[in-house]
């Protein structure tokens, strides 16, 4: 695979930032944005789609933690 020159890294970019903005303005309901999602994995190498789908799902729970705080689990109950 050949690196994408600078005019298709900033098509790539661009195509993910607006299916990321469909996702985030329709509540992550990728039916509502498949036509983003189509444009976004034609103008990426299929390596870039997987590491920023991954990285926006790192992202939300990063966030989700930061405002929410983070509760353990409960584990199971320890005999009396």
Known sequence: MTAPS????KACWE???Q???CLDD???KA?????????FEAKCPAQWVKYFMK??????YKEK???DGFTPAEG????S
């Open 55 to 60: 990285r926006r799902d790192f992202l939300k």
């Open 19 to 21: 299916l990321w903005r």
């Open 15 to 17: 195509a993910r930032d």
């Open 31 to 39: 039916t509502c944005c498949q036509n983003f999602q189509s444009e």
């Open 65 to 67: 933690m930061q405002t």
């Open 26 to 28: 329709n509540n992550d």
């Open 6 to 9: 600078s005019a298709e890294r």
């Open 76 to 79: 199971p109950k320890q005999p």
